[in-house]
């Protein structure tokens, strides 16, 4: 019969053992949280030129001129598996793209809402001059950070009068104007160069809105929604889903092609 002491000594060290296995998840989490992902997405870099100095964003179209553009924003993680696989979606439906890197443009300079404004303009003028797609509508649209980051510059008093609408994935309730590491850990933007989003509702007149919920996610919030006008956006939910809206899936991918049409078609509020 082994000694109760030596049984106690074994459960010591397994529970040791636990505890440093857990640990090292917890560290790898958190990492992966904070830091970028430095996934190479297989877009053409084209370089705009802004106040604030230069940037890149990743262009993505087939062949053919497209039915419009979309500016796509990244997760605070920066480029991902996630916006990839939506960007060769869009090109497949005959779209361009311009993916935005939110990351890397908090990462590279301190901005504010005109700033913001100013590149997502670029951004989409330098994806309209490099398809041909002439007076196309546009789209800003995002995954988190990036539906965040659409909605302020959306709202900025310069946006592209080719603007129709805002395809919006898991946003909160408020965004910054740049990204802090109380972001990254997934805590509410509070204090200076943060904004609600609900405080720029009176700026998108003739912006339809379409707001993809995923049923699983603590993160997003609907709630600004309620200070639109009715008839000017939908709240589409996935109920299965979690944050990265069952990893951009077809389920996703479909409704987001209803809301685009439904955004061309929708009669003002």
């Given at each position: 019969?082994?000694?109760?002491?030596?049984?106690?000594?074994?459960?010591?060290?397994?529970?040791?053992?636990?505890?440093?296995?857990?640990?090292?998840?917890?560290?790898?989490?958190?990492?992966?949280?904070?830091?970028?992902?430095?996934?190479?997405?297989?877009?053409?870099?084209?370089?705009?030129?802004l106040p604030?100095?230069?940037?890149?964003?990743?262009?993505?179209?087939?062949?053919?001129?497209?039915?419009?553009?979309?500016?796509?924003?990244?997760?605070?993680?920066?480029?991902?598996?996630?916006?990839?696989?939506?960007?060769?979606?869009?090109?497949?439906?005959?779209?361009?793209?311009?993916?935005?890197?939110?990351?890397?443009?908090?990462?590279?300079?301190?901005?504010?809402?005109?700033?913001?404004?100013?590149?997502?303009?670029?951004?989409?003028?330098?994806?309209?001059?490099?398809?041909?797609?002439?007076?196309?509508?546009?789209?800003?649209?995002?995954?988190?950070?990036?539906?965040?980051?659409?909605?302020?510059?959306?709202?900025?008093?310069?946006?592209?009068?080719?603007?129709?609408?805002?395809?919006?994935?898991?946003?909160?309730?408020?965004?910054?104007?740049?990204?802090?590491?109380?972001?990254?850990?997934?805590?509410?933007?509070?204090?200076?160069?943060?904004?609600?989003?609900?405080?720029?509702?009176?700026?998108?007149?003739?912006?339809?809105?379409?707001?993809?919920?995923?049923?699983?996610?603590?993160?997003?919030?609907?709630?600004?929604?309620?200070?639109?006008?009715?008839?000017?956006?939908?709240?589409?939910?996935?109920?299965?889903c979690l944050?990265?809206m069952g990893?951009?899936?077809?389920?996703?991918?479909?409704?987001?092609?209803?809301?685009?049409?439904?955004?061309?078609?929708?009669?003002?509020?």
């Amino acid at each position: 019969m082994t000694p109760l002491p030596i049984k106690r000594r074994w459960l010591h060290r397994t529970l040791a053992v636990l505890a440093v296995i857990l640990l090292a998840l917890l560290v790898k989490f958190i990492l992966h949280l904070v830091l970028p992902r430095n996934y190479k997405g297989s877009g053409e870099a084209l370089s705009i030129q802004l106040p604030s100095g230069r940037f890149e964003v990743l262009y993505y179209n087939g062949d053919e001129v497209p039915l419009g553009i979309v500016v796509l924003g990244t997760g605070d993680g920066g480029w991902s598996y996630w916006e990839e696989r939506v960007a060769k979606h869009l090109v497949a439906k005959h779209y361009a793209v311009a993916g935005w890197d939110c990351r890397k443009f908090a990462d590279s300079r301190h901005y504010n809402q005109a700033e913001l404004g100013a590149g997502f303009q670029a951004a989409a003028a330098v994806g309209r001059k490099r398809s041909g797609a002439g007076d196309a509508p546009l789209w800003y649209g995002g995954w988190s950070t990036g539906a965040e980051q659409s909605v302020a510059a959306a709202a900025d008093s310069h946006r592209p009068p080719e603007l129709v609408g805002l395809l919006l994935a898991a946003p909160g309730e408020h965004g910054r104007y740049g990204i802090t590491a109380s972001d990254l850990l997934g805590m509410e933007p509070y204090g200076t160069g943060t904004f609600a989003l609900a405080e720029f509702s009176r700026k998108l007149g003739g912006i339809r809105v379409a707001q993809f919920s995923a049923g699983l996610d603590p993160l997003d919030n609907a709630k600004w929604l309620k200070t639109l006008p009715k008839g000017s956006y939908q709240l589409i939910k996935l109920p299965l889903c979690l944050h990265d809206m069952g990893g951009a899936g077809d389920e996703f991918l479909r409704k987001l092609d209803e809301a685009m049409q439904w955004s061309l078609i929708a009669p003002n509020p």
